[in-house]
């Protein structure tokens, strides 16, 4: 089992920056591919962003893309995302989310075996 616990939400006015965390614990933290999705209100839950086991390799959905960046430390068990130059659009609950295995394809909310409780990110115009 991972546990993950999403911190770092909160309002914040249009162009501004937020810094989500996320700290892992229960299994070998870079075992896991780890992403970052969000859920706005009557919408699906759609893939932010992922980053591969080593933080070598990153991958970002082209809504975000230049103005958010994911990172991680595995030796402090956690994972960020940086958020810059924020729109009313990027209000949603975040989550961050961990998947082992080999895939191809990380986008899916499917490719992934454990999940945070969300933190909620308003953003005001």
């Known amino acids: 089992q991972v546990q993950l616990v999403e911190s770092g939400g909160g309002l914040v006015q249009a162009g501004g920056s937020v810094r989500l965390s996320c700290a892992a614990s229960?299994?070998?933290?870079?075992?896991?591919?780890m992403g970052w999705f969000r859920q706005a209100p009557g919408r699906e839950r759609e893939f932010v962003a992922r980053?591969?086991?080593?933080?070598?390799?990153?991958d970002y959905a082209d809504s975000v893309k230049g103005r958010f960046t994911i990172s991680r430390d595995n030796a402090k068990n956690a994972v960020y995302l940086q958020m810059n130059s924020l729109k009313p659009e990027d209000t949603a609950v975040y989550y961050c989310?961990?998947?082992?295995?080999?895939?191809?394809?990380?986008?899916?909310?499917?490719?992934?075996?454990?999940w945070g409780q969300g933190t909620q990110v308003t953003v005001s115009s």
């Open positions: 989310a961990a998947g082992a295995g080999g895939r191809m394809n990380w986008r899916p909310t499917g490719a992934y075996e454990y």
């Open positions: 229960g299994r070998t933290f870079s075992n896991y591919v």
């Open positions: 980053i591969s086991r080593n933080g070598y390799v990153s």
